[in-house]
């Protein structure tokens, strides 16, 4: 069903920007290959809020189908952690220390297979976790952390139990997103503080060529939008950070204690947000129809995409370059072995690259793209070319 209410300010103020039809379900990219014939197909449509600037899903997956497509993944993640995820992790530590004046026990929502929660253990917090991913589960009590198996929600823990809960990449896979903070603020102890990482849209807007929305995320977050639904919980906000993911630190006042009033984003911010979701979606469709044109002029004998995720998804929907791809490889262990969602093509190793044939790499990742093209660095200097998005075609 439609909804007739923004899920983060309830504004009845919206409209569609987008509406992809017959795109897969497919969850970070990658799908098991026995559940590769089992991917479904929908019409992603997102609308925008012209009150906060949230943007989200116009008729939202249900809960059963975000958890079909959790367990259509591959593997539990991050079980191998890339060298960005471990930069990213340490940012978010750097930015808690700084911004958290609390020790004790913490919460950690989303916990996969438990890295964060021997992190926090680290520097002092006593650590429960909530992870929705069996596997991850498992490999998490092996470890001897006290994990529950299930989605966050409401009775699972009883009020006022923690100085600390974190949610990192959570927030964007949540049909009701002011419910599900408003529960972890209960579970919060009077002057204990929350801890909250999502991919930030606006740079994904403003850098990416492909990629941005999919069926697994059902909200997309500006720091703006996130600093008014933080708000509106009656949180002090303490302290950010912005990059790939916005990272924000809120403090719950003590009983008696009273914070300022949120504000909205302003109209000019809502307006400049508006404006590069449109210019997102045009040079998206640019691409798409000059991108084959590209390939077949400079690489006859094809292309390898290097990247597994859901921009190479998007990518392959958007443009009609499928016949010019001799194979689709990764650095990432946990998804080797698996097909990518909506396509025909096995994710190999990119350490069997050589064994194709080929003219060219393409990233097709924004957020890696820096790290990926550093592990090209012997296939350049061989003379090997890789294309990128800059976020317009850049061949290296």
């Known amino acids: 069903m439609a909804r007739e209410q923004c899920p983060v300010c309830s504004a009845g103020d919206h409209e569609e920007l987008i509406a ?25 449509s997102i609308n925008f809020c012209r009150l906060c600037g949230a943007l989200f899903q116009t008729e939202p997956v249900s809960i ?14 991050p079980v191998n952690l890339t060298k960005l995820e ?53 490999l998490a009590k092996k470890d001897h952390l006290e994990v529950q198996e299930g989605r966050f929600e409401e009775g699972m823990y009883p009020e006022d139990s923690f100085d600390l809960i974190t949610a990192r990449s959570i927030l964007e896979h949540t049909i009701d997103p002011s419910t599900i903070l408003a529960t972890m603020v209960n579970l919060l102890k009077p002057g204990g503080y929350l801890a909250i990482e999502v991919p930030n849209i606006e740079r994904i807007l403003k850098r990416s060529a492909f990629g941005g929305f999919s069926f697994n995320h059902v909200q997309y977050w500006t720091p703006e939008t996130l600093r008014y639904a933080i708000g509106i919980q009656g949180l002090e906000i303490m302290g950010m950070h912005e990059e790939n993911y916005i990272g924000i630190f809120a403090r719950k006042p003590e009983k008696g204690e009273e914070v300022e009033d949120p504000m909205p984003p302003s109209d000019e911010d809502v307006e400049a947000l508006f404006e590069e979701v449109d210019r997102f979606l045009e040079r998206k469709e640019d691409l798409a129809e000059r991108l084959p044109e590209t390939i077949q002029k400079r690489f006859p004998n094809g292309i390898v995409i290097l990247g597994a995720g859901a921009p190479t998804v998007d990518l392959l929907y958007y443009s009609e370059i499928h016949d010019y791809v001799k194979g689709i490889v990764t650095s990432d262990k946990t998804r080797v072995g698996a097909v990518l969602a909506g396509t025909d093509f096995t994710i190999e190793s990119l350490e069997n690259i050589s064994k194709l044939e080929f003219d060219c790499v393409m ?31 850049e061949i290296l």
Do not use: W
Not at 20 to 44: D, I
Not at 65 to 77: A, S, T, Y
Not at 369 to 387: D, N, T
């Open 20 to 44: 992809l039809e017959e795109y897969p379900y497919g969850g970070n990219g990658a799908v098991r290959p026995e559940e590769a014939n089992n991917v479904p197909y929908g019409t992603l």
């Open 64 to 77: 059963e189908e975000l958890d079909e497509m959790l367990l259509r993944q591959p593997v539990p993640l």
């Open 86 to 138: 471990n930069v990213e992790t340490d940012r978010f530590l750097n930015s808690l220390k700084r911004f958290v004046e609390t020790r004790g026990n913490a919460l950690d929502i989303g916990c996969g297979s438990g890295e964060l929660m021997k992190r926090l253990t680290e520097i002092g917090f006593s650590v429960n976790g909530v992870e929705a991913h069996p596997e991850a589960v498992e």
């Open 363 to 393: 990233v097709s990742s924004e957020r890696r793209q820096e790290e990926l093209v550093e592990l090209m660095a012997s296939f350049r200097r061989e003379g090997g070319r890789v294309l990128r998005f800059n976020p317009d075609i």
